[in-house]
């Protein structure tokens, strides 16, 4: 089995527990998160933490399961089950992949790529042809 144990942790207590404070203790100041944001990247914990306040206020309940692909040094990757409800209760059931770069027990970089639109579509979104 692959040990993904880092990444894990990650999203145990900060997705499926809600663990905000958690965030300070394992993302490295300065880590670099690609992939949450189409026109940036994000860059340490208070850039991080708008993303992940904005998410969990507007999707309170998330769980994300974990299927690893890979743990090689510094490196560790998962694909990434997600089930995520709205304020209002409607479900969404998506997936992706995560790529995560730690040292000494920090997250460093990761890369994510998940399927949003899958993700608005389930709860009623539709994009415009105009």
Not at 72 to 86: L, M, P, R, T
Request: net charge negative.
């Amino acid at each position: 089995m692959t040990d993904i144990s880092l990444l894990q942790q990650w999203y145990d207590e900060v997705w499926n527990n809600a663990n905000e404070g958690f965030i300070d203790t394992m993302l490295y100041e300065g880590a670099v998160i690609h992939g949450l944001k189409t026109d940036s990247e994000k860059k340490g914990i208070e850039a991080f933490k708008p993303f992940y306040n904005s998410f969990r206020e507007n999707f309170p309940r998330v769980h994300v399961q974990l299927e690893p692909i890979f743990s090689n040094g510094e490196f560790q990757a998962a694909q990434c089950i997600v089930s995520a409800s709205d304020a209002n209760g409607k479900q969404a059931n998506f997936s992706g992949v995560t790529i995560a770069r730690f040292i000494e027990g920090k997250l460093v970089e990761g890369w994510n790529g998940f399927d949003f639109l899958s993700m608005y579509e389930q709860l009623g979104f539709r994009l415009s042809n105009t």
